[in-house]
């Protein structure tokens, strides 16, 4: 873990540039390498994971140019999320469930206008009812 996971994190920024489906890919060899993770690599790994799954899923809010269907790349995070959720302890997981939740109601400085960004809470409850069901 310690040797694949950095690479694939670093890696983000050109495979968004690349189009949505090497982001796609990159968060399935994420997903399949949480998957093999023990518990003591969950523990070590899981906040970087889960920070570059929400950097990920705030693609929807600034879409790039590059990516034609955001949905194809939500999915695949999201996917990663839940993977990832089913290895933490409850102590684990309510933290970066909370985090999450923050991250869909924080203020956004473009936003002068004080209204939630709308992009995030729609990629957030596509997360909980992904979580919903899986859990």
Known sequence: ???????????????VNHGELSVSITFKMIAALISKMDRASVGTYHAK??????????LRRRHPVSLKDVNT???SVINAMVVLTMKLTEGLFKPAFCKTLEWADSELEEGSTGRKNIDRNIAFYKLVNKLAETH
């Open 49 to 58: 994971i889960f920070e570059q799954c929400l950097v990920a899923l705030d």
């Open 73 to 75: 790349v939500e999915e």
């Open 1 to 15: 873990v310690r040797l694949i996971l950095s690479p694939l994190m670093k890696i983000y920024p050109a495979a």
